[in-house]
């Protein structure tokens, strides 16, 4: 077998944006990712509950965990600006030539 005939997953040959289901799955791991940084911080603070300020600073530090993790994980990518070419015909008038009026 060649090594092209083993590959399974499709080469991306486009600009086009990841799939939604990519783009979910990229931001659940980035949500799971920060809040579990937090329960390693609470356990550390736990140590090191004799060293007040730095048990402190990592209370401190987990706070905000759960807020940074809800915009993150709903932080999607922007919407790329594309501009569409499309014709423009020059417009043209239908006669161009003075008209008899006539008043009743």
């Known amino acids: 077998m060649h090594e092209h005939e083993k590959r399974t997953d499709p080469v991306l040959i486009t ?5 939604y289901d990519d783009e979910l799955a990229a931001r659940k791991r980035k949500y799971v990712l920060t809040m579990g940084m937090r329960f390693p911080c609470l356990i550390l603070a736990g140590i090191f509950y004799q060293t007040w300020w730095l048990a402190l600073a990592l209370i401190v530090l987990s706070v905000p965990l759960p807020w940074i993790a809800v915009l993150i994980a709903n932080d999607r990518p922007p919407r790329k600006a594309e ?8 417009a043209k008038q239908i006669e161009d030539r003075d008209h008899r009026v006539i008043d009743g």
């Open 15 to 19: 600009a086009a944006a990841p799939s």
């Open 83 to 90: 501009e569409v070419s499309r014709y423009q015909r020059e």
